[in-house]
């Protein structure tokens, strides 16, 4: 099954594999727009749905998937600290928004420093 990120690199990677005959796709996710566009990548390939097994799959959970559903829930009640903090009269909605999502973004870039997200720590320290 081909992880889908973008049409962009789909389509990139459809060109690449070649003369694909069959391709799983999940029907009840793909737009019609992009059906058409993976069909014009791959003319002579059968495309079937494999909704029901993609989503069977996604129920079991590895470890690694468990501990960062953990971490994101960590880091989710941290957001929601932040915006407990700063609720009171007066406070437009998107100043609390601003700083729960600011509270969460730093943990990520702290917990996580070779993502790409808001630059990383060492970045911030830079900067």
């Known amino acids: 099954m081909i992880p889908f990120h973008s049409i962009r690199s789909t389509i990139t990677f459809f060109f690449q594999i070649g003369d694909a005959k069959t391709v799983g796709v999940e029907f009840d996710f793909v737009h019609l727009d992009s059906y058409r566009k993976f069909s014009d990548a791959l003319p002579n390939a059968n495309f079937v749905d494999v909704g029901q097994p993609a989503m069977k799959m996604r129920m079991l959970k590895s470890p690694e998937?468990?501990?960062?559903?953990?971490?994101?829930a960590r880091i989710?009640?941290?957001?929601?600290?932040?915006?407990?903090?700063?609720i009171k009269e007066g406070v437009a909605e998107h100043e609390i928004a601003l700083t729960s999502t600011d509270a969460m973004v730093r943990e990520i870039a702290d917990a996580?420093?070779?993502?790409?997200?808001?630059?990383?720590?060492l970045m911030r320290i830079i900067k």
């Open 112 to 121: 996580y420093p070779h993502s790409e997200i808001r630059d990383s720590k």
């Open 76 to 86: 989710a009640d941290l957001g929601g600290e932040a915006a407990v903090k700063v």
């Open 65 to 72: 998937e468990i501990e960062l559903i953990k971490q994101g």
